[in-house]
């Protein structure tokens, strides 16, 4: 018995690609999130290293975060990053760049520790233009690294934070301000020599920089001074603002103040 061809029509045929298409919008936003959820798992476990790393150091050098030197305003060199690389605690660069800002101007910049030549001692002392380690995803809270050469500004001993697990220590951070952010045109850099500012301006948190970067669907990865990692939706006003300013000091005893 012969069987008989069947043949599709020209609706049928557009029926069927339209309910694919349908099928696929369905589908592509939860691919989406699960590529971020991913994404921010790796995230986690960079700061988690980061910290841990961080940490280390203090144990080694007296209670105290890697400082950075203040070299003239607002230049500190080199970054934690690249005194974490100095005293080899932490040796691996990969771990700066987050996942979700790979795409940032200058990500993979510290990278350029790999390069055959590369010289710590030397490089990462540079002051001109943007150098290792100054242009990375993750940045410390400003008082543990804060640092003037005539002593004007001491930083606070990472060994001496009370409670700690309510203390900023690191997080994801950007070279911007919410108000360019949320405009869609940021300095979408990392920011390695910039130290995350720990109160706003009179103006308000909307002129913060850099900021607290919500780059995981509103969200920031923060470590805190305990060593565990938290994702805190809208970090950058609700952490970063004049909202919870007690999650900065380390020596702030009442954190309902």
Same mark, same amino acid.
């Given at each position: 018995?012969?069987? &008989?061809? !069947?043949?599709?029509? %020209?609706?049928? *045929?557009?029926?069927?690609?339209?309910?694919?298409?349908?099928?696929?919008?369905?589908?592509?936003?939860? *691919?989406?999130?699960?590529?971020?959820?991913?994404?921010?798992?790796?995230?986690?476990?960079? %700061? &988690?290293?980061?910290?841990?790393? $961080?940490?280390?150091?203090?144990?080694?050098?007296?209670?105290?975060? =890697?400082?950075?030197?203040?070299?003239?305003?607002?230049?500190?060199?080199?970054?934690?990053?690249?005194?974490?690389?100095?005293?080899?605690?932490?040796?691996? =660069?990969?771990?700066?760049?987050?996942? +979700?800002?790979?795409?940032?101007?200058?990500?993979?910049?510290?990278?350029? !520790?790999?390069? =055959? /030549?590369?010289?710590?001692?030397?490089? *990462?002392?540079?002051?001109?233009?943007?150098?290792?380690?100054?242009?990375?995803?993750?940045?410390?809270?400003?008082?543990?690294?804060?640092?003037?050469?005539? /002593?004007?500004?001491?930083?606070?001993?990472?060994?001496?934070?009370?409670?700690? $697990?309510? &203390?900023?220590?690191?997080?994801?951070?950007?070279?911007?301000?919410?108000?360019?952010?949320?405009?869609?045109?940021?300095?979408?850099?990392?920011?390695?020599?910039?130290?995350?500012?720990?109160? $706003? +301006?009179?103006?308000?948190?909307?002129? *913060?920089?850099?900021?607290?970067?919500?780059?995981?669907?509103? +969200?920031?990865?923060?470590?805190?001074?305990?060593?565990?990692?938290?994702?805190?939706?809208?970090?950058?006003?609700?952490?970063?603002?004049?909202?919870?300013?007690?999650?900065?000091?380390?020596?702030? &005893?009442?954190?309902?103040?």
């Amino acid at each position: 018995m012969t069987g &008989k061809k !069947v043949n599709f029509t %020209l609706i049928e *045929l557009l029926a069927v690609i339209a309910i694919i298409a349908i099928l696929a919008s369905m589908l592509l936003p939860a *691919l989406n999130q699960a590529r971020e959820t991913a994404r921010r798992g790796k995230c986690i476990g960079q %700061l &988690k290293e980061i910290g841990n790393a $961080s940490i280390m150091y203090a144990d080694d050098s007296n209670g105290y975060f =890697p400082l950075s030197t203040k070299l003239a305003t607002s230049i500190y060199k080199p970054t934690y990053a690249g005194i974490l690389y100095i005293s080899k605690h932490l040796t691996n =660069p990969r771990v700066y760049i987050c996942p +979700s800002a790979a795409s940032y101007k200058d990500a993979e910049q510290c990278l350029k !520790v790999l390069v =055959p /030549g590369f010289n710590p001692s030397v490089d *990462l002392w540079e002051t001109g233009g943007n150098t290792i380690f100054d242009w990375i995803h993750y940045a410390p809270n400003y008082y543990y690294v804060k640092y003037a050469q005539d /002593g004007s500004e001491a930083p606070v001993k990472y060994a001496l934070t009370i409670k700690p $697990s309510i &203390k900023v220590m690191l997080a994801d951070s950007v070279n911007s301000n919410p108000t360019e952010y949320f405009a869609n045109d940021p300095l979408r850099r990392g920011s390695g020599n910039k130290l995350l500012n720990t109160y $706003s +301006s009179s103006a308000g948190y909307n002129y *913060l920089r850099p900021m607290m970067d919500p780059r995981h669907a509103n +969200s920031s990865n923060v470590s805190w001074a305990d060593g565990h990692i938290s994702t805190e939706k809208e970090a950058w006003k609700n952490i970063q603002g004049t909202i919870k300013k007690y999650h900065w000091d380390p020596l702030e &005893k009442d954190p309902k103040k």
